[in-house]
């Protein structure tokens, strides 16, 4: 379960993605300024600790769609300063660091563990300052895993998603999603 507060960040989620971004390659042709993009959904995965958040961004850009996994901290993790992104500040937690998802064990962890175990992703719940929740949040996609897929030896998230192409659920080795407005499957990773 995923416990979120209502808090003012800075920078605000959009202007973090937007930054994280503007640095791909593959998404050098997309207007990804923080006014252009359009929040899709999110989802997000467990951390049995509570130390780690591990969020997915589904944003649009024009007619693109990316898929930005992110993981909020409130240390630094050793090692992986090639893989910050930003600090935001959070108005109930405080300084909080941010990093791409595929670079932080704790997302790669979660996301191997979802896809190989059938899992889903984390339910979510608001949550008042002191940390007591209030009640579900059900407008964010629903993410679950297929099963493992014999011989894989990683896996990796699919940074543009293809709305138009439904995946097939019986296929291994995969995590769908699905969200209001996108009945159909998509796959948003594969075990390789």
Do not use: C
């Not at 993605?17 to 467990?46: C, G, H, M, N």
């Not at 893989?83 to 791409?100: A, F």
């Not at 175990?117 to 059900?138: H, W």
């Amino acid at each position: 379960m995923a416990d979120i507060y209502s808090a003012e960040l800075n920078p605000g989620k959009l202007d973090v993605i937007s930054a994280w971004l503007s640095k791909q390659s593959w998404a050098a042709e997309a207007d990804v300024a923080p006014e252009s993009l359009k929040k899709v959904t999110s989802y997000r995965f467990d951390d049995p600790e509570g130390k780690v958040g591990a969020e997915i961004h589904i944003v649009a850009a024009g007619d693109r769609v990316f898929q930005v996994p992110l993981t909020y901290r409130g240390v630094e993790l050793a090692g992986a300063d090639k893989h910050l992104i930003s600090t935001m500040e959070h108005s109930i937690l405080g300084t909080r660091w941010v990093y791409d998802g595929m670079g932080d064990p704790h997302f790669r962890q979660r996301l191997d563990h979802a896809i190989a175990t059938a899992g889903t992703s984390a339910k979510q719940y608001r949550v008042d300052d002191e940390g007591n929740r209030i009640d579900e949040i059900t407008d964010v996609a629903h993410a679950w895993g297929t099963g493992p897929l014999a011989g894989a030896e990683d896996v990796q998230v699919l940074y543009e998603l293809n709305l138009d192409s439904p995946a097939e659920g019986s296929d291994a080795g995969l995590l769908l999603g699905r969200w209001a407005g996108q009945e159909a499957p998509v796959v948003l990773a594969v075990m390789v």
